[in-house]
């Protein structure tokens, strides 16, 4: 069962529009054996998603019903096969405490750079395979929080997380 963790800084905005926008297209697909959760470096917990972020996500088809935020505990990323950051820091921060998950710890633009990558011999539904096979993270494709930035900000940050999530899904989703 292959499993995802997102995280973002306050899991209200960018990680849980990723978790559930990927949990929909898994669903799409009729897959029924991911994990996929999010959490936050400094979490508002216990809050709801984003209400605009919510919007955008039920404008995709996705459901934010019944997320609350969390933050990221020591042993979280230790559980999960690819932990996936929305930006560098978000990265440099899990691995700081968990140095040995360096080949598991990727920016989504760096996810989703190797699967646009992937040839004919990398295993595109090995989604683990997929985020060894990466380069270095870059600051252009850091994904800036939206959080209270205005209806735009949230529209702009959700398309490109929803782009980024297409891209990897028609690789690693694919039957």
């Known amino acids: ?41 400094g979490a508002l917990v216990g809050r709801p998603m984003d209400a605009g972020m919510r919007a955008e996500l039920e404008a995709r088809g996705g459901s934010a019903d019944g997320f609350v935020a969390r933050q990221v505990d020591f042993r979280m990323p230790t559980r999960f096969d690819v932990v996936v950051t929305m930006e560098r820091r ?3 921060w899990v691995l700081e405490d968990h140095p040995a998950l ?3 710890v990727v920016t989504l633009g760096q996810l989703a750079d190797a699967v646009a990558q992937a040839g004919p011999e990398t295993s595109t539904g090995d989604l683990v395979g997929l985020a060894r096979v990466r380069r270095s993270p870059r600051a252009e494709e850091d994904i800036a929080d939206p959080y209270r930035q205005g209806a735009a900000a949230t529209h702009a940050c959700a398309r490109r997380i929803a782009g980024l999530l297409d891209t990897i899904a028609v690789r690693v989703l694919a039957p």
């Open 1 to 41: 069962m292959p499993s995802v963790l997102f995280v973002c800084t306050g899991n209200i905005c960018r990680s849980p529009f990723a978790e559930r926008y990927l949990a929909h297209l898994v669903a799409r697909s009729g897959l029924t054996d991911w994990r996929v959760e999010s959490a936050g470096i």
């Open 102 to 104: 360096h080949r598991r």
């Open 90 to 92: 978000h990265r440099q």
